[in-house]
């Protein structure tokens, strides 16, 4: 019964801002760490970043280091992505993801995805 649920994104220019929010809810769980990836269109989907709930320190792929943040509210199990200087190939499906322990046996959820566009 773990959903994630995504909002935010849109359509911005470049050099722009925008961010993003995933919550996850339902049933007993721990979390390990909550994250992003993104699917650009005839792409692969790739790894953006990713928090531990422990520590609280984000990771980032290069592409995104220094323009990207992660973030994220233990109180609420959600985490936050803010996209500054955003540039026009930053465009795809955004996916957050949640890393948790159910009763011992740990399982990657992922949220419906949200769009964003960065226009030239």
Request: proline share 2%; net charge positive.
């Amino acid at each position: 019964q773990v959903q994630l649920v995504e909002s935010g994104g849109g359509l911005v220019q470049a050099g722009g801002s925008l961010s993003l929010s995933c919550a996850a809810s339902g049933g007993t769980f721990r979390t390990t760490s909550m994250g992003w990836f993104r699917q650009a269109p005839g792409k692969e989907r790739e790894f953006v970043g990713r928090i531990y709930w422990s520590g609280g320190i984000p990771g980032y792929t290069d592409s995104v280091k220094g323009r990207f943040t992660i973030s994220r509210d233990t109180a609420k199990n959600a985490v936050y992505l803010q996209m500054n200087s955003l540039k026009p190939e930053d465009t795809a499906v955004y996916y957050c993801t949640a890393d948790l322990e159910i009763y011992g046996a740990n399982y990657r959820y992922w949220g419906q995805g949200t769009q964003v566009t960065v226009s030239a």
